[in-house]
T-cell receptor, first 112, second 110 residues
Framework: GAVVSQHPSWVICKSGTSVKIECRSLDFQATTMFWYRQFPKQSLMLMATSNEGSKATYEQGVEKDKFLINHASLTLSTLTVTSAHPEDSSFYIC????????FGPGTRLTVL | GEDVEQSLFLSVREGDSSVINCTYTDSSSTYLYWYKQEPGAGLQLLTYIFSNMDMKQDQRLTVLLNKKDKHLSLRIADTQTGDSAIYFCAEKSNTGKLIFGQGTTLQVKP
């Protein structure tokens, strides 16, 4: 089946630093990747839709200058949380779409 | 607007059947999905149903869709302790985005 990986699986950083999360589709090409955020015991909230070779489309209320998304190839999208603050601590999940969406294992970000 | 609702918690005994319910509002949804999330992990696609179907069965899983009432259910037969997880219902909107419910925590007691 289709496999999506994320790296790192967890990260702890200091407030004010930037963190990059990678999302890779391992055995298929994905023209579209999605980034979600999940708070404890809550559902997934779509942050942005990333299309290869073009700018990401952000959902309402998501700051594009804070959450930088790059989709440089058909198998890789990155999310950079810039100048992270404690309120950015969350579980970030990416998904990649071929005919259906397949989800990565998630990245736990903790900002101290 | 698009909205998906689920009950938050279900507890069953091992060997019983589990039924997780979901309601949605977007009548133009083409596909409806069930995902499973284990602690600290991403989402695993369990099954999906096309909107013109009433039922889909896949081994221990049965999905029922009542399009008139916009109600979707997932039945897990012979529930095992390994089925303990959070189950998310999701609809694919006409923009192609997935809209998720809040998730139902299934607790399976031995």
């Amino acid at each position: 089946g289709a496999v999506v990986s994320q790296h790192p699986s967890w990260v702890i950083c200091k407030s004010g630093t930037s963190v990059k999360i990678e999302c890779r589709s391992l055995d298929f090409q994905a023209t579209t990747m999605f980034w979600y955020r999940q708070f404890p015991k809550q559902s997934l909230m779509l942050m942005a839709t990333s299309n290869e070779g073009s700018k990401a489309t952000y959902e309402q209320g998501v700051e594009k200058d804070k959450f930088l998304i790059n989709h440089a190839s058909l198998t890789l999208s990155t999310l950079t949380v810039t100048s992270a603050h404690p309120e950015d601590s969350s579980f970030y999940i990416c998904s990649a779409r071929s005919n259906e969406q397949f989800f990565g294992p998630g990245t736990r970000l903790t900002v101290l | 607007g698009e909205d998906v609702e689920q009950s938050l918690f279900l507890s069953v005994r091992e060997g019983d059947s589990s039924v997780i319910n979901c309601t949605y509002t977007d009548s133009s949804s083409t596909y409806l999905y069930w995902y499973k999330q284990e602690p600290g992990a991403g989402l695993q696609l369990l099954t999906y149903i096309f909107s013109n179907m009433d039922m889909k069965q896949d081994q221990r899983l049965t999905v029922l869709l009542n399009k008139k009432d916009k109600h979707l259910s997932l039945r897990i037969a012979d529930t095992q302790t390994g089925d303990s997880a959070i189950y998310f219902c999701a609809e694919k909107s006409n923009t192609g985005k997935l809209i998720f419910g809040q998730g139902t925590t299934l607790q399976v007691k031995p």
